[in-house]
């Protein structure tokens, strides 16, 4: 069994910041990429953030220059720095991970969101 936690989340005023972290925890044998999306209501969801297990990042164009995707490795966790946020920020951010519990096939988890709200 696998488990994503996310925490961090709450509310916060235009410009500012907030970090979000996630760990997973279980039967783990290795980690992939892991990474962030965001769902706001009425909106499908969209991937904010990724980061391979070596290092490399990818951010949506909404977001590069604002926010930040690290990982530690040996905590199984992935961190999401978030500044000058805007109301358009406003979403449920899930954490992803691509996991191995063994050599031969890995599998896509999700954590149960955290609500991010940005106020004018």
């Known amino acids: 069994q696998v488990q994503l936690v996310e925490s961090g989340g709450g509310l916060v005023q235009a410009g500012g910041s907030l970090r979000l972290s996630c760990v997973a925890s279980g039967s783990i044998l290795s980690i992939n990429a892991m990474g962030w999306y965001r769902q706001a209501p009425g909106k499908q969801r969209e991937l904010v953030a990724v980061i391979t297990d070596g290092g490399s990042t990818n951010y949506a164009d909404s977001v590069k220059g604002r926010f930040t995707i690290s990982r530690d490795n040996a905590k199984n966790t992935v961190y999401l720095q978030m500044n000058s946020l805007k109301p358009e920020d406003t979403a449920v951010y899930y954490c992803?991970?691509?996991?191995?519990?063994?050599?031969?096939?890995?599998?896509?988890?999700w954590g149960q969101g955290t609500q991010v709200t940005v106020s004018s």
């Open positions: 992803n991970a691509d996991i191995r519990r063994s050599w031969a096939s890995s599998l896509t988890y």
